[in-house]
């Protein structure tokens, strides 16, 4: 199954070139085009601002403010400038890209894009900077403002450059973080303090929508930064803590390989492998897999424990977990995921919380660690992730194997080529599965690979220099 993520936009629909090197603001209008629709018509006007009182809930009381600016944010101020009115195809007002990911349909009108979900991994971006690093620092007690008509029920990103700001390089981006617009969105505005995105506002490279949870429209007028708001609108004071974004391994010359669902016939092969080769990796679990006792998994991985690899979630049955309609069917996922691993591996979840609020649920050990089925990502599962398991790490990948593209086609050693590309281009954390012999074939040729090029393999936990990890053998 392809994993599909945030990520894919970025390396499927990369700046021109062009004659001047890779710093083109403008891509190919060409990667749009199947997916896009031009229409004319006339840009809806905003309200005026009137704005109803928040609902609150019961654990969101007392966590809102409203805040008053002396005067009208100004587009052509210092403190505020336009990122995207939509009156191009290819560009937004600063001269960058912006678009479509994952055949996500869209339409270009007069002064907007409407956008079509149908599938939680598609997403639209409009870039601040491509081969340059864009700063926000300057603008860090300002608001990202959204003009918009239509659902709330998707995120709404700030992604950041990787070390580089280079295109090229793995991962692109390097990491983000993310809010639910409906948390934030009033009437046709949203006002987001960039604050609220935990991320090196140095090293900005574009704002993104995704996370649908909805195939009802979204369309878009305007994105830009303001110095502050209108009368009366209120914002949340703090925002809803959604966990670590981790693409990539930061322990110097560190390689981790995280490998997630496989076929109980190959296990065995893939274990050799492991022994042999003498390196440790991490494998993401799906607990449903745990409690089929027809596949042995319960069996495999607690010798995989034994031997020192690390078990991480995966989900309890691999559903793209941000597409899910309600909280109730994120957090079973979870809790069932969890569950699976402390009472068939024995890995323990104790509540690190005093016993006096064990009833919050707050979950902790090595199922800190989780990889969204997929790859994909959005701010409630995040959320969730953070409100049912102590400070998690959600794990992506800057190198992909591509098995779920090449492992049973006709040209299966491109598996080879996708890992030496990604990992020439600085990428040292691996997604791949054991679902295909070709795949489990090539695996002492990759960890080979690694190894030539002076990288030293390990575990995710311990790529990452997380203080809790075992010391390295």
Known sequence: MKPASILSVFLLLPCASSSNGPDNRIASSSNLTSTSISITSSTTKTPAPHFPPLPLTPDQDNNFSTITSSQPPSTHSNNSFVIDTFKHRVH???GYWHGPGEDLPVEYGDGYVRLHPTDADQNFHTQLASAICFSLLPYRRKYLHIVFSGTTKFSISLNQ???????????????????????YARMNEIYVPLEHFSIDQSRVVSVSFHGFYTRETLTLFKVEIVQGLPGGFPVPKKKIDNGRMVLRCNRPGSFAFGIDDGQPEYAQEVMRILEEENVN????????????????????YREMLRRGHQVALHSDSHPKMEALQTLEEIDAEIRKSVSALKDILGVECTSSLPSSYHHLNKLSGTARYFRPPFGTVGARMRQRLAALIRDPYIVNWSVDVEDWLWADSDTPEKQLEAFVRDVGRGGNLVVMHYLSPSTVEYFRELIHFAKAVGLQIMRVDQCIDDPESPPLA
Request: net charge negative; glycine share 8%.
């Open 161 to 183: 450059h990787n070390q580089d700001c280079d295109p090229l390089r793995n991962p692109y981006p390097a990491t983000w973080d993310t809010v639910e617009a409906g948390r």
């Open 281 to 300: 990796v991490t494998f993401f679990v799906v607990g449903g897999g745990l409690r089929d006792q027809e596949t042995n998994f319960s069996s495999v």
């Open 92 to 94: 937004n007002d600063l």
